[in-house]
């Protein structure tokens, strides 16, 4: 697997990791549910890797006519952790076992491998 962290900042005794994200409206505390997996896994390979203490966060850029930078802490919980990684694993094995959903995207599916199996695909 690869990964790529945008950020991860040494301030001596932690270690701070920053996902960067850019919204055309302002993120509530439903959006950094929905999108805390990525970061929950990045942080605990960080934590594993360095064995420092880890802070997690989004830095979300809003696209509007007036830009805004907001900054969400995100808790690295071993229940959110054991959640994502539950989620991995279910994922990973209907690969796997070519099970195949599409989940069409107007920003991915230009460059998306399997554009033409998400098309053909009638359930």
Known sequence: ???RLDLVVDGGYELMV???KTSRSRWSEGDVAAAE???LLYGTLV???FERPV???FAVLTKTKQPDLQLHPVTLTPAGVAR???LVHHVWNSI???NFYPHPSTMNCPTCP???ACRAWTG
């Open 1 to 3: 697997m690869l990964a």
């Open 18 to 20: 920053t996902d960067f």
């Open 37 to 39: 997996g990525q970061v």
């Open 47 to 49: 934590r594993q890797h």
């Open 55 to 57: 802070r997690l966060q």
């Open 84 to 86: 994502q990684r539950a």
């Open 96 to 98: 796997e076992g070519s």
């Open 114 to 116: 399997f554009q033409t």
